[in-house]
């Protein structure tokens, strides 16, 4: 299934720290200029203020949002805890991923 490979995609993103992850870090990631191709993760169990902060700014700078699997399973995925919101550096990770999500992830 997809998900299973973006999540492995998120686990190697994570062991190469090619992600984003932490309030502030997820606001200069989103605003960045310098990176081209951006995408934001958020668990679907995420908080309701959290999403609709995230939201709005993802609209706002025109970065791509899925929505998916829920923060237990990101975390275990990325070996980090209590994760909801991640963006991923790797411009071709991004590629893959959105890939595999328009595929039905």
Known sequence: MNEQKILTLLGFASK???LV???DNIRDYIKNPKLKNKLIIMAKDTGERVKKDIKIRCDISNVPL???????????????????VIGI?????????????????
């Open 89 to 105: 550096i790797d411009e071709n990770m991004v590629k893959s991923i959105l890939e595999f999500y328009s595929k039905g992830g």
């Open 21 to 23: 992850y932490g309030k």
């Open 66 to 84: 899925i929505e998916f699997s829920d923060k237990k399973t990101i975390s275990k995925a990325t070996g980090m805890e209590n994760v909801a």
């Open 16 to 18: 190469a720290k090619k």
